[in-house]
């Protein structure tokens, strides 16, 4: 469990969240709904009894206790012994998938129909690559036999996963061997042990492209460690190629971080990817710099415009990469990995045993045999995500021009800049037209990003326009009620150092 908040900590984190428009006990459950979709109130933990945060709040016991039913009544809440609720995410049954008529009445939204259920437009994931997932599953039980005389505790991981990802590297233009391979459980799993190997200390400072994904800063600030935020240019304009390398070197020459994080190749949320130029250039400042390069090339297989890219590894050894096959294949899997020097990958598996002593065989066993068949579901599934993302772009267009979007060149989102700073905004009443997001501020430092959003194209086309719908129904919503949009809580300070 997570713990308690007691009424004063949970005043605070409300702040400022009566604006007299809408129902009291509304406006109360909409922030409440929001701390916990944007993680500023963790999953689990027990809320003030009623009676005590009506009398911290100054107001009526009643209004407390019908916000706290709404809560429950959409998911955000359960019930636990006396009066104490705690934090939850509503659960997406077999309902998510759509029931027979594959429809639903949505508030606030007359007349708008989506597939029975929550459309999850926080997650950019794709369901599994089902008949070779399974195929492979099956062919890794065939080999588990061989392996059941040993221990079943590899921390570098199964010799045929780490042999299958040297050879994708070597055929990549990087020649790798599979001492130069950990198998790990994800690509953030694979940060988390970067982090724990070279910033260990508080306050150690790592580069970040701004915006980033929200995942690798949240695992930043755990380790302790300071992110240092570098702006990508809001367009590529000529010649910058959608990263701005003369701020880049600027941040790496005077502040000096220990390690840089860098998603080059469809980076998350813009999907753009870094031309081979600015790679050798980013290369070369980070060793002038003395600083860690960590390439996460999770998003690499995603190319949907077959633009091809080289692996930074190729331009320097010293370079760390992290990879994993939850978006190319299935996040299910579970299995990632680093590629570095053998030196360093021998030290990244020493401080992986603080965390555990190794990953899942039989996962990492068919995790192979889907490296050595890497080509084969992704032509099937890259022509689908072409047609989800030009599907896609035509409704923002057609139904909310004022929203400015920008092509991505590959991965799975589009990242939009809104016409008002309401991101935030959005996020709290998505639930309530049938849409579930991820606010823009989640992918920023310091609150950044109220203006954007990130919108993943990984639903099908006719799941894309109830998306859209809905979220032109939210926005039209905000625009009824502008007093929706003011005064919601900053994150706190601990939040956003």
């Known amino acids: 469990m997570s713990g308690s908040l007691t009424p004063g900590s949970m005043a605070r984190l409300l702040g400022k969240w009566s604006v007299g428009a809408a129902p009291a006990y509304r406006e109360l459950a909409d922030v409440v709904r929001l701390l916990i979709l944007d993680g500023r109130l963790a999953l689990d933990t027990a809320l003030p009894s009623e009676r005590a945060l009506a009398a911290t709040l100054g107001i009526s016991r009643t209004t407390v206790t019908a916000a706290y039913a709404l809560l429950r009544e959409q998911g955000f809440l359960s019930s636990g012994q006396g009066s104490r609720s ?32 929550i459309l999850d437009l926080a997650y950019a994931s794709l369901p599994a690559s089902g008949e070779v997932v399974h195929r492979a599953f ?44 950990l198998v790990t459980s994800g690509a953030q799993h694979a940060l988390n042990i970067v ?122 050894p010293a370079v760390v990469s992290i990879g994993s096959l939850s978006k190319s ?39 192979a045999h889907l490296v050595n068949a890497m080509p084969e579901p992704l032509p099937a599934r890259l022509a689908a995500l072409r047609e989800n993302r030009d599907t896609l772009l035509d409704l923002l267009g057609e139904h909310l021009p004022g929203w400015e979007v920008e092509r991505p060149d590959g991965g799975l989102s589009v990242w939009c800049r809104l016409p008002a700073p309401i991101s935030t905004a959005l996020a709290v009443v998505a639930p309530d037209v049938g849409i579930r997001l991820a606010a823009g501020p ?39 009620t502008p007093q929706l949009r003011r005064d919601l809580p900053a994150p706190p300070a601990a939040a956003i150092a």
């Open 86 to 117: 705690r934090s939850c995410i509503p659960s997406q049954g077999p309902a998510h998938a759509g029931g027979p008529d594959g429809t639903l009445r949505l508030s606030g939204a007359p007349g708008l129909a989506v597939p029975d259920g």
């Open 138 to 181: 099956a062919a890794a039980l065939t080999e588990l036999p061989a392996l059941l005389p040993g221990f079943g505790y590899d921390a570098l991981g199964v010799g045929p996963l780490r042999e299958a990802l040297a050879a994708r590297y070597t055929a990549a233009g990087v020649p790798t061997t599979a001492a130069q391979i």
């Open 195 to 316: 982090l724990r190997t070279f910033a260990g200390r508080s306050g150690t400072k790592v580069l970040v492209e701004h915006p980033s994904y929200p995942n690798a800063l949240d695992a930043i600030r755990a380790a302790g460690c300071r992110p240092v935020p570098v702006a990508m240019p809001a367009g590529r304009s000529a010649g910058r190629g959608g990263w701005d390398l003369e701020a880049m070197e600027a941040a790496l020459l005077q502040q000096r971080p220990a390690m840089a994080y860098v998603v080059p190749d469809f980076h998350n949320p813009t999907g753009r990817l870094m031309p081979d130029a600015q790679r050798r250039r980013l290369v070369r400042a980070a060793a002038a710099a003395g600083t860690v390069l960590v390439a996460d090339e999770t998003l690499r297989e995603l190319d949907l415009d077959g633009a091809g890219s080289t692996p930074m590894a190729a331009f320097s």
């Open 329 to 367: 294949h299935w996040a299910g899997l579970r299995t990632g990995w680093i590629r570095a020097g053998e030196s360093l990958i021998q030290r990244f598996a020493a401080a992986r045993t603080t965390l555990d002593l190794g990953g899942p065989v039989v996962e990492q066993l068919a995790a």
């Open 442 to 480: 989640r992918f920023g430092v310091g609150g950044a990003f109220e203006r954007h959003l990130r919108v993943p194209f990984t639903l099908p086309p006719g799941q894309l326009e109830t998306a859209v719908l809905a979220l032109r129904a939210a926005q039209d919503r905000l625009e009824r």
